[in-house]
């Protein structure tokens, strides 16, 4: 019966083979682990308190999921089966060399069967290895991704690996070449490899030679990969996983942290790398370097300064210098270094598809928002942005228009809409800034009224009492302002009877759900959500289908923050429209720029706006008439886009309010 010989083709004149490599793994276990501790104490040492030891099973779920499984990586074709076949070949090596100890030393059950199906499955996990491995070279050396990262570090990891796998294969076909088993065909690849051994002519002396050679080559590869783990490119192997075990899971992700304080409860504005949790100086070094966050951020798309990836490699960069001094350099500030720059810092979007997209949960948005805060109390903001902020503070929005004129649009309204502060509603729109304040906006403001009407809904405005929500106010780092415009806004709603509040806007739709501490629970709805239930109930039912091909731009907020993709979809289809998908969409969507502030703040040197790329991608569907948006910011961002790409005769920009009101 074939079984599994331990250390075969190991003379007796080396003594124990057991000592010899439980000695060689133990002194690379141990140096691993202590480079890692001394690497992973510093972040502890230098970065703020952050407890996250809570929720145990949904940080297992998400170890297992994230770290095992990788499904954030396979949400790419060939870098995900690339990066798959490498990983699991290793788990699986792993676990293969994990059996053999226990079979040497506890209980022998490799033999028979059970043995033969062992060996096949190595050989399998070997082809795919080299599949994996085909493909990593292929890429890293032909097509050669931009977003990549390149050094001979890289190099000389792909190396080792194969030559950890070729070792550990090739010493499995000279011990099948020189005993030729009976179970031989359950080893195809090593067999293959024997074939060829025996082919040359060279005795059974000279395969058992040579076995414990390459044997010695394979052994001193592993344990040197080992020991370097933590001071090379496979850092994140260690980790990535630590990163994805300790994510955050107290708050959704359209919420942002508060302003952190120290221990004397008071304000922490970060700028130096001792002022990041040990948390965000974790994401530095768990960073992958695949540059999935760099393809999908629009502001580096457009030729904006921020590059997300080298954002959180600066942070790496900073940690790597103090610890060279044991954590004492922790002073340096982080706007000193090039990648995390005020101009970085102000190009973002929060659009979030860096963190939707990072295999190892990494978050950027905390992080820069968090040296936002610093950059506003020291008044380093463009003049725009400060206007904006200015009318903020003043005037609750930040057109600097008087509250009176707030509900300018609702003039000659008939029926009139109702003052929910003065009366009671079932439905409290919260109509937002953009769609209260913006000319351009007023009559779909109007039309989407009419529809409410139509539908027979009680609802309500507050009139002067709304102030602007806040949403982007806070992601440009002024906390005190949001906190204000909360305040301002709690105490109107206090005053209204209502049953559930609606907006069209889904940065509004997110700090409301999300960031209002709201002393009651709350029912609140996008209007494509209610939309979506008034059209299932029978309240709204549609006489004259549009017959259109359209697409729709799901926005971040209502997207990839609130997971609302169905919805306006549902709506669309309702009209009898057929909906065209871009090749972006739902939380792969195109931001379109205005999001985190930067709708208020100067436009700067600019490749071409997210916008415009977004209607360039939506123009080159065939036969789609109709790019149908849900926000009223999208509206202002797209309309100005087909002109400037020249699309504006062939691709009209809708709201879905139009959509609906057209169709009814």
Request: glycine share 6%.
């Amino acid at each position: 019966m074939p079984e599994h010989i331990e250390y075969w083709g190991i003379p007796d004149q080396w003594g124990s083979p057991n000592i010899l490599v439980y000695t060689v793994m133990f002194l690379a276990g141990a140096i691993l682990i202590l480079r890692f501790f001394l690497r992973a104490r510093l972040w502890w040492k230098i970065g703020r308190p952050e407890p996250r030891w809570n929720k145990l099973h949904i940080r297992l779920y998400n170890l297992i999921k994230y770290a095992i499984v990788q499904t954030r990586v396979l949400r790419q074709n060939y870098p995900g089966i690339m990066h798959i076949a490498l990983a699991w070949s290793f788990f699986i090596f792993f676990l293969g060399t994990a059996l053999a100890t226990i079979n040497t030393h506890f209980i022998h059950f490799l033999k028979g069967n059970v043995f033969s199906f062992y060996k096949l499955t190595l050989d399998l996990f070997t082809v795919v290895f080299i599949v994996g491995a085909v493909l990593a070279i292929y890429r890293r050396y032909v097509t050669k991704p931009d977003r990549l990262t390149y050094g001979p570090q890289f190099t000389w990891t792909l190396i080792l690996l194969i030559i950890i796998v070729l070792g550990g294969i090739t010493t499995e076909s000279l011990r099948l070449a020189v005993e030729q088993p009976v179970n031989i065909a359950w080893s195809p690849i090593g067999g293959l490899l024997a074939q060829g051994f025996l082919a040359t002519g060279a005795s059974a002396t000279a395969l058992t030679n040579l076995h414990l050679w390459v044997w010695l080559v394979h052994l001193l590869t592993a344990a040197f990969t080992i020991i370097t783990l933590p001071v090379g490119s496979l850092l994140h192997v260690l980790t990535g996983p630590m990163n994805i075990f300790f994510t955050e899971l107290d708050r959704p992700i359209g919420q942002l942290s508060p302003t952190p304080t120290d221990r004397e409860n008071q304000p922490v504005y970060v700028s130096k790398l001792n002022e990041l949790s040990w948390k965000q100086i974790l994401n530095g070094d768990a960073c992958t370097e695949c540059g999935r966050c760099q393809d999908v951020c629009p502001a580096f798309a457009a030729g904006y300064p921020l590059n997300p990836k080298e954002l959180i490699l600066g942070i790496r960069e900073i940690f790597e210098s103090s610890k060279s001094s044991n954590g004492k350099s922790v002073d340096q500030s982080l706007l000193e270094n090039s990648k995390l720059s005020k101009e970085v810092l102000w190009s973002c979007t929060t659009c979030a598809a860096c963190i939707t997209e990072c295999p190892v949960l990494v978050d950027h948005i905390d992080t820069i928002v968090e040296i936002r805060r610093h950059l506003v109390i020291e008044g380093q903001i463009d003049s725009e942005l400060q206007d904006a902020l200015t009318n903020l503070g003043r005037y609750g929005n930040s057109f600097g228009q008087s509250p009176r004129k707030r509900a300018k649009w609702t003039e000659g309204f008939e029926p009139p809409i109702k003052d929910a502060t003065r009366e009671p509603v079932e439905y409290l729109w919260f109509v937002g800034d953009y769609a209260s304040y913006n000319p351009a906006l007023a009559e779909m403001t109007a039309k989407t009224a009419k529809v409410f009407n139509q539908a027979g809904l009680d609802f309500g405005v507050m009139y002067k009492g709304e102030n602007h929500a806040g949403n982007d106010v806070r992601r440009v780092g002024e906390e005190g302002l949001f906190e204000m415009l909360v305040e301002k806004n709690l105490s109107a709603l206090q005053r209204c009877n209502y049953q559930t509040i609606v907006t069209t806007d889904p940065h509004t739709y997110n700090t409301l759900l999300n960031e209002y501490p709201f002393s009651e629970p709350q029912n609140i709805l996008h209007y494509s959500q209610l939309l979506a239930k008034l059209i299932k109930d029978g309240k709204l039912q549609f006489s004259n289908p549009q017959n259109y091909q359209v697409t729709y731009h799901d926005p971040c907020y209502l997207g990839r923050y609130n997971g609302i993709y169905d919805d306006p979809r549902f709506v669309i289809k309702a009209t009898g429209c057929e909906l065209v998908e871009m090749p972006r969409n739902k939380d792969l969507a195109l931001c379109c720029g205005a999001g985190g502030g930067r709708i208020w703040m100067e436009e700067g040197k600019v490749q071409e706006r997210p916008s415009e790329s977004r209607i360039r991608e939506a123009a080159e569907l065939a036969g789609v008439q109709q790019f149908i948006v849900s926000c009223p910011k999208d509206i202002t961002m797209y309309k100005d886009a087909v002109k400037t790409t020249g699309h504006e005769a062939d691709l009209v920009v809708k709201d879905l309010i139009e959509l609906v009101l057209e169709a009814l």
